[in-house]
T-cell receptor
Framework: KAGVTQTPRYLIKTRGQQVTLSCSPI?????VSWYQQTPGQGLQFLFE???????NKGNFPGRFSGRQFSNSRSEMNVSTLELGDSALYLC??????????FGPGTRLLVL | SQQGEEDPQALSIQEGENATMNCSYK?????LQWYRQNSGRGLVHLIL?????REKHSGRLRVTLDTSKKSSSLLITASRAADTASYFC???????????????FGPGTRLSVLP
């Protein structure tokens, strides 16, 4: 099976802009989670989607949002970007088991 | 507060030596998982140990779990230069105040294996 894919891999934006990141899970996986990774805060959970519904949510402001489509692909949107949003954004998919499988990440730089 | 904490933060060893990393957590868990990350790339799942298990092996990896002490350790035997990476523990636990199942990572241990 193909692994989790994320697009784009790299992105440069300026403050105030918005950005949309995409994640395609492993075929058959219905759960997609998103994480933000920064040197200062480490890996932090953003949210989880399951069958097009947000099932779980981390402690991030409302500027961070997401959605999941009927084919389980997920998008994450960040509006009104701030310098502190510069990070590696990882998505992970999960099937019936407990293991999460991660994509390569999208590295976002906000200038 | 963070669920998982690894120590040491950084570890440097010679090839062929064993590397041990520890993880502590605060609340009851369903399972604990270890991941590896190379140079800011995606995470690779290494091993999962459930709350009712005490030890698991996978190749050169050995994981222990002590739920009474809320701690886990990851042992990599006969380390290789290719094992150089960051290692994270992640706890999977149920939190009623956040709609259910939660998955929290520790800050990680940076392992350097010198040839």
């Amino acid at each position: 099976k193909a692994g989790v894919t994320q697009t784009p891999r790299y992105l440069i934006k300026t403050r105030g802009q918005q950005v949309t990141l995409s994640c395609s899970p492993i075929s058959g996986h219905r759960s997609v989670s998103w994480y933000q990774q920064t040197p200062g805060q480490g890996l932090q959970f953003l949210f989880e989607y399951f069958s097009e519904t947000q099932r779980n949510k981390g402690n991030f402001p409302g500027r961070f949002s997401g959605r999941q489509f009927s084919n389980s692909r997920s998008e994450m949107n960040v509006s009104t970007l701030e310098l502190g949003d510069s990070a590696l954004y990882l998505c992970a998919s999960r099937g019936e088991g407990e293991t999460q499988y991660f994509g390569p990440g999208t590295r976002l730089l906000v200038l | 507060s963070q669920q998982g904490e690894e120590d040491p933060q950084a570890l440097s060893i010679q090839e062929g030596e064993n590397a041990t990393m520890n993880c502590s957590y605060k609340t009851s868990i369903n399972n604990l998982q270890w991941y590896r990350q190379n140079s800011g790339r995606g995470l690779v799942h290494l091993i999962l140990i459930r709350s009712n298990e005490r030890e698991k092996h996978s190749g050169r990896l050995r994981v222990t779990l002590d739920t009474s002490k809320k701690s886990s350790s990851l042992l990599i035997t006969a380390s290789r230069a290719a094992d150089t990476a960051s290692y994270f523990c992640a706890t999977d636990f149920w939190a009623w105040d956040n709609y259910g199942q939660n998955f929290v990572f520790g800050p990680g241990t940076r392992l350097s294996v010198l040839p």
